[in-house]
């Protein structure tokens, strides 16, 4: 197994490790995310299947738009779940079965997802760099740790379930990392799944039953289930002006996740993928791959904080463990069965390693700010670092969970996330002591924004 150095850290080839070994890290990747990907459709009641099927698709898009330079994971977001609970209770009001109520909030998550194209063409159009500029490490730092903060309560959601099965999970993660050597070093999350589940499955704490109903093989898209149903005049007008506007504005939202996310992936991996592929290329596969996920019936996809987590800690970052998770996530989708018999791990296993994954995201934020040498003796930084992480914890974790406001006959939520990035750029833009040109950069900066 080769290896190199970037700074203090050891930066795995993946491709020396042999197609038995990169498997398992495609596999790793894939537990990674499954436990939220597949949360959301339980959630919300769309197909289980027809989200890993277009959470696989949209990912290989993904990496095809941006020349397989972005080792990213796109899985099911959960900013749209509010969006899909209102068009579910509007549907209602008007007669609709809950399962036609998603159908129309999927028109409005494929409006979303193309919402995305705008920002790329804005980024297209006048450079990265010139919309970077209002996205500088004190603004993205506090972003992206405010991003796996406010996961934190979901993970210890999950470990309330059974603390001891968590535990294992943890254990193992933090041992295999620290003290394993080889492929043990590169796996931590993998195993530490399958210790976890092990303990529990002998425990008496995993419920198979649903493995013993679901069939071998099934397709995985219902074709009522798709905004395609509503094609040929049996469209209720009205309901889809509805769904629209109510998920719209949360794009917003996902779009600034997009941005900290991207930013954090970059900051992982030691490179600038602002500039190279470029937003506008992040912004096309993320926007895309939403639109088309909703066309089909299956959740919007964003850009996975959990895989990148798993990046952080497993030094592996060629695109390609990424890719072979997202074909196993296909593959998956055409066999319920085994669907099945992933979707029983107990949800302690989920909370145990998603509490190291959840603080990794976290302290990337942190390190993005340390390496770009912000500095915090200068009152604006601290003033703006201070906004963004008490606006979105304060107002995600208040009884309302957002800030919903009327212009007109129309109703806008905002997440926390997005009050807060709203505020942190429009500060950052107009408070004096801006010290980041981002077109002045060193252009040997490793991450963004350095300076």
């Not at 970052?317 to 791990?345: H, Q, R």
């Not at 004096?432 to 900066?445: E, M």
Request: hydrophobic share 55%.
């Amino acid at each position: 197994m080769s290896k190199k150095e970037m700074g203090n850290e050891a930066i795995y080839d993946a491709r020396s490790l042999g197609t038995p070994r990169m498997l398992v890290l495609g596999f790793q990747h894939l537990f990674a995310m499954f436990g939220a990907t597949v949360l959301v459709p339980i959630i919300t009641g769309l197909s289980v299947a027809t989200t890993l099927l277009f959470a696989g698709i949209a990912t290989l898009f993904m990496h095809f738009v941006t020349g397989r330079k972005v080792p990213v994971f796109l899985g099911s977001s959960f900013a749209f779940l509010g969006g899909y609970a209102a068009v579910k209770e509007a549907a209602a009001a008007a007669g609709y079965t809950p399962e036609q109520g998603l159908v129309y909030a999927c028109v409005g998550v494929a409006c979303a997802g193309l919402l995305y194209l705008v920002l790329s063409f804005v980024c297209k159009a006048y450079g990265s760099k010139k919309v970077m500029k209002f996205f500088p490490p004190i603004v993205t730092g506090p972003i992206i740790m405010c991003v796996g903060l406010h996961l934190a309560p979901s993970a210890i959601d999950n470990c309330n379930a059974n603390w001891g099965i968590a535990l294992v999970a943890i254990a193992v993660v933090i041992i295999c990392n620290i003290w394993g050597k080889g492929m043990v070093k590169i796996i931590p999350i993998l195993l530490g799944v399958l210790a976890s589940y092990l303990v529990a499955a002998i425990t008496g704490n995993v419920d198979f039953s649903g493995v013993a109903a679901a069939p071998w093989f099934g397709f995985p898209v219902v074709g009522e289930r798709t905004v395609f149903s509503l094609f040929g005049g049996g469209a209720d007008g009205g309901l889809v002006l509805t769904a629209i506007i109510s998920i719209l504005p949360i794009a917003l939202s996902t779009m600034m996740e997009h941005i900290g996310d991207i930013n954090a992936i970059g900051g992982t991996i030691g490179k600038d993928l602002v500039e190279d592929p470029g937003l506008h290329r992040t912004l096309i596969g993320d926007g895309v791959g939403t639109t088309i996920a909703a066309l089909f019936g299956a959740p919007a996809n964003t850009t996975y904080g959990e895989n990148t987590g798993v990046l952080a800690l497993t030094k592996v970052y060629d695109p390609l463990v990424i890719e072979i998770a997202a074909g196993i996530s296909i593959l998956l989708s055409l066999c319920p069965k085994f669907a099945a018999v992933i979707t029983s791990m107990p949800a302690a296993t989920i909370g145990g390693v998603s509490i190291i994954l959840y603080g990794m995201i976290a302290a990337i934020g942190v390190r993005n700010m340390v390496e770009n040498h912000v500095d915090f003796q200068a009152t604006r930084n601290v003033i703006i670092a201070a906004l963004i992480l008490c606006l979105t914890i304060g107002i995600e974790y208040s009884a309302a969970g957002a800030i919903s406001f009327s212009v007109g006959s129309l109703h806008i939520s905002l997440s926390g996330l997005a009050i807060a990035s709203i505020v942190g750029i429009v500060l950052n833009a107009i408070l004096p002591g801006k010290d980041l040109s981002f077109a002045d950069k060193p252009k040997d900066a490793a991450t963004l924004g350095r300076y």
